[in-house]
């Protein structure tokens, strides 16, 4: 199947301050997703990107589709607590295949 | 709140009862899934149902064993299970069916079972 590579692996970061992460994959994919996982939950879809250049915001959350497709970021503005949690993004392929990335753990200093 | 539901929340079994997951979606997907997942790694896709009929089967083991009666209604029965298929079990639902689509998928809570 298809790899997806997301990173940063785990972030410790200080109430406030930015963040950044990103997937990386060979191929192209039509939909960039990222999700957010607290634990005891099931993801909850942050921000869904269907076009190559694409930039959607979501309240502190910027994320981008990347213009050759294969990669996507995403951003989070003035960090707060809450942000904690397991961060993923998924990309779909050839319109009907789902892949996951490994994930970006977030812990938030107060 | 998820629009996608699965009860029960937790269940404990042993390696020989029969029991069964439920979940429930009412925004007129037609394609649900099922996915496993280990503490700290992404969910493992299971089973796709598209248009209520099964279309993909992740080489699941037998002991695992999907139902869908409607398009609102995914079941998993579990019989026999092992200790290693203690994890939480994930439904999801998606507007367009396998076979074509590029929307995202919606998760429930999940279910998280632990294999005595």
């Known amino acids: 199947g298809q790899q997806l590579n997301q990173s940063p692996q785990s972030m410790f970061i200080q109430e406030g301050e930015d963040v950044s992460m990103n997937c990386t994959s060979s191929?192209?994919?039509?939909?960039w997703l990222w999700y957010k996982q607290d634990p005891g939950e099931g993801p909850v879809l942050l921000i869904a990107l269907y076009k190559a250049g694409e930039l959607t915001s979501n309240g502190r959350l910027t994320a981008q589709f990347g213009i050759t497709r294969k990669d996507s970021f995403l951003n989070i503005s003035a960090s707060i607590p809450s942000d904690v949690g397991i961060y993923f993004c998924a990309g779909i392929y050839n319109f009907n295949k789902f892949y996951f990335g490994s994930g970006t753990k977030l812990n938030v200093k107060p | 709140d998820t629009e996608v539901t699965q009860t029960p929340k937790h269940l404990v079994m042993g390696m020989t009862n029969k029991k069964s997951l439920k979940c429930e979606q009412h925004?007129?997907?037609?394609?649900m899934y099922w996915y496993k997942q280990k503490a700290k790694k992404p969910p493992e896709l299971m089973f796709v149902y598209s248009y209520e009929k099964l279309s993909i089967n992740e080489s699941v083991p037998s002991r695992f064993s999907p139902e869908c009666p409607n398009s609102s209604l995914l079941n998993l029965h579990l019989h026999a299970l092992q200790p290693e298929d203690s994890a939480l079990y994930l439904c999801?639902?998606?507007?367009?069916?396998?076979?074509?689509?590029?929307?995202?998928?919606?998760f429930g809570d999940g279910t998280r079972l632990s294999i005595l």
């Open positions: 999801a639902s998606s507007q367009d069916g396998e076979t074509g689509g590029n929307q995202p998928q919606h």
């Open positions: 191929s192209i994919f039509n939909t």
């Open positions: 925004m007129g997907h037609r394609a």
